[in-house]
């Protein structure tokens, strides 16, 4: 056999589209998907963290409260303490909110860049699309399906249910409370009756429940509009 005859072994043919051929790209993708792994991770400490210290100052005010209405016999001062206490409490109650929505929303951006890794993922190695359980596009009916309330096949109902499940959720309902608490009590220090205290309460308690829901709700319909979609789901490319 000569040296003409000798047949030279073919390049390996790289998988996927040109621009993730470059060996470095797997390492540089990997590196960013732990990275949002990461970030999501301290969403979800920073989730149970700041809920748990904010039962806490709840519960021990109230355990305050009530050694206070004990020593002092619920005098004419008590209704005042007790404002001041719950006006704490619901500014960090309302505080706490803030921040965990503020969270969920940077939750909300490392699972849209996850999907996008797990596009190019897939790109790479077409093959292995059925074994990727979750989703690969970005748009934000895919991110929520993370969360098994995307897809626009669950209702209003179901979606508002699994809305108060959440800590957001949780503590909204929790600063309600408060606020209707701190309302009839503001009646009461200034001489109102237990009536006018418990429609007090319940109407400020209501009142504050919606106007936090439609800012929950405003705060992600923003995040929406301008949400930058780079790999819309495959039946709506084209």
């Given at each position: 056999?000569?040296?003409?005859?000798?047949?030279?072994?073919?390049?390996?043919?790289p998988?996927?589209?040109?621009?993730l051929?470059?060996?470095?790209?797997?390492?540089?993708?990997s590196?960013?998907?732990?990275?949002?792994?990461?970030?999501?991770?301290?969403?979800?400490?920073?989730f149970?963290?700041?809920?748990?210290?904010f039962?806490?100052?709840?519960?021990?005010?109230?355990?305050?409260?009530?050694?206070?209405?004990?020593?002092?016999?619920?005098?004419?001062?008590?209704?005042?303490?007790?404002?001041?206490?719950?006006?704490?409490?619901?500014?960090?109650g309302?505080?706490?909110?803030?921040?965990?929505?503020?969270a969920?929303?940077e939750?909300?951006?490392?699972?849209?860049?996850?999907?996008?890794?797990?596009?190019?993922?897939?790109?790479?190695?077409?093959?292995?699309?059925?074994?990727i359980?979750?989703?690969?596009?970005?748009?934000a009916?895919?991110?929520?399906?993370?969360?098994?309330?995307?897809?626009g096949?669950?209702?209003?109902?179901?979606?508002?249910?699994?809305?108060l499940?959440?800590?957001?959720?949780m503590l909204?309902v929790?600063?309600?409370?408060v606020?209707?608490?701190?309302?009839?009590?503001?009646?009461?220090?200034?001489?109102?009756?237990?009536?006018?205290?418990?429609i007090?309460?319940?109407?400020?308690?209501?009142?504050?429940?919606?106007?936090?829901?439609?800012?929950?709700?405003?705060?992600?319909s923003s995040?929406?509009?301008?949400?930058?979609v780079?790999?819309?789901?495959?039946?709506?490319?084209?």
């Amino acid at each position: 056999m000569t040296d003409g005859d000798q047949s030279q072994p073919e390049p390996a043919v790289p998988l996927g589209p040109p621009h993730l051929a470059d060996p470095r790209a797997l390492q540089i993708l990997s590196t960013e998907h732990w990275s949002l792994l990461t970030a999501r991770s301290l969403a979800y400490n920073e989730f149970f963290q700041r809920g748990g210290m904010f039962l806490t100052l709840l519960s021990a005010s109230l355990v305050a409260l009530g050694f206070v209405y004990q020593g002092s016999g619920g005098g004419p001062d008590f209704p005042v303490i007790v404002v001041a206490v719950l006006a704490l409490d619901l500014f960090v109650g309302l505080a706490t909110l803030g921040r965990l929505v503020a969270a969920s929303m940077e939750e909300f951006r490392a699972l849209q860049a996850m999907g996008r890794v797990r596009r190019a993922y897939l790109e790479m190695v077409p093959t292995l699309a059925p074994y990727i359980s979750t989703s690969t596009s970005d748009d934000a009916a895919s991110v929520l399906d993370n969360y098994a309330v995307g897809g626009g096949e669950t209702s209003g109902l179901l979606n508002l249910a699994h809305g108060l499940t959440t800590m957001p959720g949780m503590l909204s309902v929790l600063n309600a409370a408060v606020a209707g608490a701190l309302a009839g009590a503001i009646v009461v220090a200034f001489g109102g009756d237990s009536r006018l205290a418990l429609i007090a309460g319940i109407g400020s308690g209501i009142l504050l429940m919606l106007l936090m829901m439609w800012w929950g709700v405003r705060t992600f319909s923003s995040a929406d509009r301008f949400l930058e979609v780079r790999f819309p789901p495959v039946q709506d490319e084209g």
